[in-house]
């Protein structure tokens, strides 16, 4: 992960560390997801002026608080038609909504599945760690049936919801799966759902040690990200569906990189502009341009290796421009490699 | 002698047109400056959601959602304003009802927005949709915790249309959500009005509340539901074990909704005041009401909420008895009553017969030392004619 160093250093501007440590339990998944949200916010140059959190209840919803964003934490499951009218009153702005699966799937349901149809313009994290964890344990949406909470001793008697299937239900609305012991794919899929024009879910399975895992036979935190490193497997690139254990992104139909439309379930006939007109062309990033921001970022990344630990510190907390410090200290960027 | 003809100056043109209450809630909303609109179908208030939706055709910068229920309208309206927008929702009882939570966090966050309820006969889905006025308490007291809300109530078109911008107003100046309450009646009534000349001379409150993303940078808001501190050197952390904090923000915001009612004192005090018993009635029922005007007195409050306890206490003082006829049991009549520490007779218009008929029924009852509950009819032992209304 050689973007990794560079990433890491300037989530801080995004984060509000003064408020550290934070109210989740240690071992918990959702402060992963918030550093990464963080360091694509940061990456992509959005900042409080131009992108609005909305949470929900649970562990999850409290993230808000702890990102130097304006945030509003909603009632318990109504995320989507808050975050929803923002971006209608607001269309310069972007939405990036963060809850959990129960406020997500369960009590927030209904919103979920209109948001979808509606096709609104909104980057949806939901951290999926298949419990109810705030109140100590009890059978969620997301719940893998068989699997013994407070609330189920016997064992859950219902299958999950089908996450992938609501969201794919819309020809418009793209679908990612990753973890958070994929840190690196859930950056970059939490990238391309906020880049996506329309409607984007990313289903982020993390691990909730205390009201969970340890129940159901893990001994630590590390044994369940241990457990997501050993069963889960990236897609196939051209993947038209993903497996329990896969990770990846489903794009819309019609969509021109990777999982293009030829990959589409053959029984989604492709949507006419005509008929979608709601929907712009989502800017397509083929495999070049990814090359070249690889590229540009690890030139920065070999730039800022460069420099002091006290000045690349400045660098990220945004005192400093990359290039006024490397002109202090008289290294050519163009020199660099 | 001839005269040059003179520029014929016609007088300015009234424009007076049939107007019906739920489009001038809609257009007083507009005259206000509300730009965005969501909202759930639901007789009889989904004239409002028609019109807007045909607005908002018309005028892109108003937003409009045709939301999935009467839960995400509210809240919706709610992200709305927190991102600049002035804006409303209109329901009826059921779906206020639903309503409720996001009551309760626009009043524990702030948010100024407008609730138009147009009332019809419930509890539940009731009887859809006969007039009623059963949602008084509802608007005091419906969602969790304590607070101070404000509502008013017009018993006409052009009042619809005044009231509706008064609202707009309060909800600005006290960072609150405001109820317009209104009832089948009200909301269906069809009266000849000017409303270009009302919308000419209405004040129009700034926004108060600094939009998402243009605040202070370095400062970024947290608007939460939960207890917050909101000054000083934990601003920005929570509350929620801390009693003193609750107290300071729960009197402020019940003092500025208090400062703000004072400027909507809003009532009307008439018929023949000199006569000995005054009738206090609102809505739509005190337009029934009016043929009694050569033998009672009238108070009628345009503010619900907060009750205008001065004003009415000055008033009726002056009388020997006081009657409250409206379409519920008796809920402002309580208010009155508690409020004045006298007794206050009451004639409720239930299941939706507001008729002058029931209401010289029932203050011959009440004037007569009779009860305020009515005869109970007995069962019908034949079929009665089915309800034209069918099921709603």
Redesign the interface.
Known sequence: MPELAFAELGFKRRV?VD?FPTIWCPGCGIGTIMIQLAMVLDEMGLD???T?I?TG?GCTGRM??Y?????????HG?T???????R???PE?HVVVVSGDGDTASIGG??L??AIRRNAPLTVLCNNNEIYGLTGGQTGPTTPMGTKTLSSPAGNPNTPINLQGLVRSSPHALYAKTTVYHQLHMRNVIREAIEHPGFAFVDITSQCIENNGRRIGFASANEMLTFYRKTYRRAPKDAAQLAQFEIGVLYPDGHGSNGSAAAAPAEATPTPEAEAPAVKARPVVDDEEKARRRAESQKRLALMQQLDPEVKLRVARGELTLGDALREAGIDPDAAG | MQRAAAPRRSPPRPMRKLTQGNEAVFRGAVAAGASYYAGYPISPSTEILNVASGWAAQHPEFRFLQAEDEIASANAIIGASLAGAKSFTATSGPGFSLMQEAVGYAQKVGVPCVFVNVQRVGPATGMPTMPGQGDIMQVRYGSTGDYSPLAFYPNGVEEAFRVTVQAFNAAEESLSPVVVLSDTFVAHLNEVVDLEEAASGVEIAPRTLVPLGQHEIGKPRFFAGVLMYEHGPNAGEPATADADEYVRQYYAAKHRHAEVAKRYALYEHGWNVDAKVLIVCYGIVSRVASPLAPDYALFRPIRIHPLLADELAAIADRYDQIVCIEANDGQYADMVELTLRREVKRVPLLGGRISLEAVRDGLGRVLGGGPSEPPIPPAPSEAVERSPLGIG
């Open positions: 509000k408020l409080e002026t131009n609005i909305v209840i808000g608080s990102l130097q964003h304006e945030s509003v934490y909603t009632l109504r989507l038609p808050v975050a929803e009218a923002i209608a009153v607001r702005m209904n919103h599945i209109h």
